[in-house]
């Protein structure tokens, strides 16, 4: 993947002005046109809807701000427009959504046409100008919008035909367009998919000033959820996350630890998501941890740049896994649109030089972080430590690692070289009797955590219950915004 073009994707999407939300809101329009929709459809409202519950459930800045759903059939239709669904608080809204989507008719109904995928593109835009033109009276910033389009289209096809129709629309909110082109496979099972990722790399097509993302992913319920999660990740590029300092080269001792000239500027990436975060998965007690802990780090909101002096390098085999504790987060190199071009660039070979270079020794760095809070509550300063792994892609892996003062004793009694055979005989049989795995998949591992979601976040609609097609009240249709109401009354009513 060229390097450049994704630095300079992010620098021209990105405008010097300061937004208060820096997560996108989100247009998704599905083209039911394809001959495989009555497959498609229970899949993609599964994908959808689990990723939906979590971003109602998690704690803290709303991930995904706002969403519009739109259906493509002999026209397009808004079943889901921005002035109903601030989505946290709104799941209740979401599902009649998606139970509306599910009774759409099934294949065959529809002729294929990309005039009202792109139709329903310009609505979106137009409504979420209008949407936000409206929300900015009371305070409220949201500057950009992504669009999802899915379709069994031929997904370079449709964005030529977006490239034709678009020339003379305002695109200034318009952060990136998303052409999916879903592809159905009978012969594969989710399970059978190693990694459940795009069947084909991610490429851009560039028109009218902007990239826009093309690429295929197979219809099951895995893939689309792994497509509709990325929405949960922090989408701000003000400022890097993270600077990873690296000791002088001329090795002095004393003097080199407090040297550090080599400074890699990076951002944070979660791998997981924090069951402290989700509302309702325990007792109801559980809270968010406090990240003004000197021994917590967070990947979002991305509110603090934190600092990591690397002061040893261990042996990968020397560190021991009951040692590390807490959620790891993946660092990359910065995509801060605030650093010019070269800076970018030279930081982005450094870092790719560092990973080179650690797993070639087999090496682990010890980090220790700078203290965040100098005021008279931290006089005496709490040093917390991490772990730095590298792996063989170009990312690095960190891991807070116990000190002295967290430690308790432990005993670990040497194995013992002979064993009864009453003993190890039946212990030998119940392994054989167990399946192997090369690897650990969490793709194929289900904890019923989006059942149990769903029920928490259930508040029934009953003004709302998704209806058969032909008792619907007449919807959002073509060329025609929604009559957005004042900023006063913007927003949905409380629901109890």
Request: a negative charge.
């Amino acid at each position: 993947m060229n390097s450049r073009r994704l630095l300079s994707e992010t620098r021209r999407t990105f405008p010097a002005t300061k937004v208060h939300c820096q997560q996108p809101s989100r247009i998704v329009i599905v083209d039911i046109t394809s001959p495989s929709w009555t497959s498609t459809c229970s899949v993609l409202s599964e994908a959808l809807e689990n990723t939906l519950c979590l971003a109602c459930s998690l704690t803290g800045p709303c991930r995904v701000p706002l969403l519009s759903l739109y259906v493509v059939q002999s026209q397009q239709e808004c079943l889901l427009p921005f002035t109903v669904c601030q989505v946290k608080e709104n799941f209740a809204r979401i599902q009649a959504c998606i139970s509306e989507l599910r009774l759409l008719p099934g294949e065959g109904c529809f002729p294929q046409t990309g005039n009202g995928v792109v139709q329903a593109v310009q609505d979106g835009l137009q409504q979420f100008k209008q949407y936000s033109r409206h929300t900015a009276a009371g305070g409220s910033t949201n500057s950009s919008v992504e669009i999802t389009i899915l379709t069994s289209q031929s997904s370079k096809e449709m964005a030529k035909q977006l490239e034709n129709k678009l020339k003379d629309v305002d695109l200034v909110s318009l952060r990136r367009i998303q052409v999916i082109e879903v592809l159905k496979r009978d012969f594969l099972e989710p399970e059978d998919v190693e990694q459940c990722m795009p069947a084909e790399e991610p490429s851009n097509i560039a028109i009218l000033g902007m990239d826009i993302d093309v690429q295929t992913i197979e219809d099951n319920v895995i893939s689309l959820e792994v497509l509709f999660k990325t929405w949960l990740h922090d989408y701000g590029t003000e400022r890097e996350h993270l600077h990873l300092l690296l000791p002088s080269g001329g090795f002095s001792h004393a003097a080199a630890l407090k040297d550090y000239p080599v400074c890699l500027k990076c951002d944070l990436q979660e791998r997981l998501l924090d069951p402290a975060l989700l509302s309702g998965t325990a007792d109801g007690t559980m809270r968010a941890a406090d990240f003004n802990s000197p021994f917590q780090m967070a990947a979002w909101p991305a509110t603090v740049l934190y600092k990591l002096r690397v002061v040893k390098a261990l042996k990968a085999e020397g560190v021991c896994e009951s040692v590390l504790y807490g959620l790891p987060f993946i660092i990359r190199p910065t995509s801060c649109w605030q650093l010019d071009w070269d800076e970018l660039e030279i930081n982005q070979h450094s870092f790719h030089a560092l990973c080179h270079s650690l797993l070639k020794r087999k090496w682990m760095l010890l980090a220790e972080r700078e203290p965040q809070n100098t005021g008279p509550n931290w006089n005496i300063v709490v040093h917390s430590y991490y772990v730095i792994v590298p792996s063989d892609s170009a990312t690095l892996l960190v891991k807070a690692v116990a000190p002295r003062e967290l430690l308790l004793p432990s005993n670990f009694p040497a194995l013992l070289a002979e064993h009864p055979e009453r003993a190890r005989g039946p212990v030998e049989s119940a392994l054989n009797s167990l399946e192997v795995e090369v690897a650990y998949n969490p793709l194929h591992i289900k904890s019923n955590l989006y059942k149990y979601l769903k029920s928490v976040l259930h508040k029934p609609l009953h003004w709302q219950q998704a209806q058969p097609r032909d008792q619907r009240p007449e919807r959002h249709q073509p060329k025609q915004v929604c009559v957005l109401p004042s900023a006063a009354s913007a927003l949905p009513p409380a629901e109890g």
